[in-house]
């Protein structure tokens, strides 16, 4: 049952007062969805709002890392604008340096900003599912969910650690429920860009992850050379209505990810005890149904 017809429909995207979000919920409603545009920061809202300039869209306020804040907007959302059909959880955060310093080394970050980047870009993903997906369940029509991650959900290098972290852990998180939601008819992508000009640290200054001012330190910071968010969206868009799982934006980066995937696959020898194999039960439990040849 992918989500092949969006006109009519409701989506509900995070972070959407900016960059990737703010490219998608205009995508979005150019296909004729009905957008619910969440965000937490009110006035940002407000601007991207008048920006769009659309009866389509629906602004609401709301922390993404908060349980609370997610069933009092969804409530709302369902009692006055009705089921949502897809859920885009997009909103995200890095931390930055201070100029002329260099990016915090991953032990040097205080554990309240590695928490607080971990909350946003990793717990903020679930608890969308968590209050939309049972939902979408029980009415058993098309519905799909897009989870931004980010080439960094794939590569690690220094100077990232809380957002490389965070978004591995939102790559593993939406394969893990994509091949659990097959079985409900519920398609599942992961966007994983690499450079976008998005104003990405601005979230970090307001809500205290990162210092005044910053520097962007993160591969999908603003930079006018980067490639532009409307075009991340419109392959997402694609995405969707294909039902593809993976969706790359950049594929320059496939040769770096080959390179890590070389690297592992290479320390692999012999077992630490000669003779052992896991057994077969246990191999096939580990195997991604999403993976398997054929």
């Given at each position: 049952?992918?989500?092949?017809?969006?006109?009519?429909?409701?989506?509900?995207?995070?972070?959407?007062?900016?960059?990737?979000?703010?490219?998608?919920?205009?995508?979005?409603?150019?296909e004729g969805m009905r957008v619910v545009v969440t965000d937490q920061d009110e006035q940002a809202l407000a601007d991207a709002?008048?920006?769009?300039?659309?009866?389509?869209?629906?602004?609401?306020?709301?922390?993404?890392?908060?349980?609370?804040?997610?069933?009092?907007?969804?409530?709302?959302?369902?009692?006055?604008?009705?089921?949502?059909?897809?859920?885009?959880?997009?909103a995200g955060m890095g931390v930055g340096a201070a100029p002329g310093t260099s990016p915090p080394r991953v032990w040097e970050?205080?554990?309240?900003?590695?928490?607080?980047?971990?909350?946003?870009?990793?717990?903020?993903?679930?608890?969308?599912?968590?209050?939309?997906?049972?939902?979408?369940?029980?009415?058993?029509?098309?519905?799909?969910?897009?989870?931004?991650?980010?080439?960094?959900?794939?590569?690690?290098?220094?100077?990232?650690?809380?957002?490389?972290?965070?978004?591995?852990?939102?790559?593993?998180?939406?394969?893990?429920?994509?091949?659990?939601?097959?079985?409900?008819?519920?398609?599942?992508?992961?966007?994983?860009?690499?450079?976008?000009?998005?104003?990405?640290?601005?979230?970090?200054?307001?809500?205290?992850?990162?210092?005044?001012?910053?520097?962007?330190?993160?591969?999908?910071?603003?930079d006018a050379r980067k490639m532009a968010p409307a075009s991340v969206a419109d392959r997402v868009v694609r995405a969707i209505?294909?039902?593809?799982?993976?969706?790359?934006?950049?594929?320059?980066?496939?040769?770096?990810?080959?390179?890590?995937?070389?690297?592992?696959?290479?320390?692999?020898?012999?077992?630490?005890?000669?003779?052992?194999?896991?057994?077969?039960?246990?191999?096939?439990?580990?195997?991604?149904?999403?993976?398997?040849?054929?």
């Amino acid at each position: 049952m992918a989500l092949q017809e969006l006109r009519g429909r409701t989506a509900l995207v995070t972070g959407g007062a900016r960059g990737i979000g703010l490219a998608l919920t205009s995508a979005l409603r150019a296909e004729g969805m009905r957008v619910v545009v969440t965000d937490q920061d009110e006035q940002a809202l407000a601007d991207a709002v008048r920006e769009l300039g659309s009866d389509d869209v629906l602004p609401r306020v709301l922390d993404v890392s908060s349980p609370e804040a997610w069933e009092e907007v969804v409530d709302e959302v369902w009692r006055q604008v009705g089921p949502v059909d897809l859920l885009v959880n997009n909103a995200g955060m890095g931390v930055g340096a201070a100029p002329g310093t260099s990016p915090p080394r991953v032990w040097e970050l205080p554990v309240e900003k590695f928490r607080q980047v971990v909350d946003v870009n990793l717990v903020g993903t679930l608890l969308g599912m968590r209050a939309l997906l049972p939902r979408m369940i029980a009415r058993g029509t098309p519905a799909h969910v897009v989870n931004v991650a980010s080439m960094a959900g794939f590569l690690a290098p220094p100077g990232l650690g809380a957002y490389a972290a965070s978004k591995f852990a939102v790559v593993a998180l939406s394969e893990v429920a994509a091949a659990e939601l097959q079985e409900h008819g519920i398609g599942l992508s992961v966007v994983s860009p690499g450079g976008v000009a998005t104003p990405f640290n601005e979230s970090a200054r307001r809500f205290g992850s990162s210092p005044q001012p910053t520097r962007p330190t993160d591969p999908a910071a603003t930079d006018a050379r980067k490639m532009a968010p409307a075009s991340v969206a419109d392959r997402v868009v694609r995405a969707i209505v294909a039902g593809d799982l993976h969706v790359f934006s950049h594929p320059e980066y496939a040769p770096l990810v080959a390179e890590r995937q070389a690297a592992i696959a290479a320390a692999f020898g012999t077992s630490a005890e000669p003779g052992y194999r896991d057994p077969e039960d246990l191999l096939s439990r580990s195997r991604s149904p999403l993976h398997r040849p054929g």
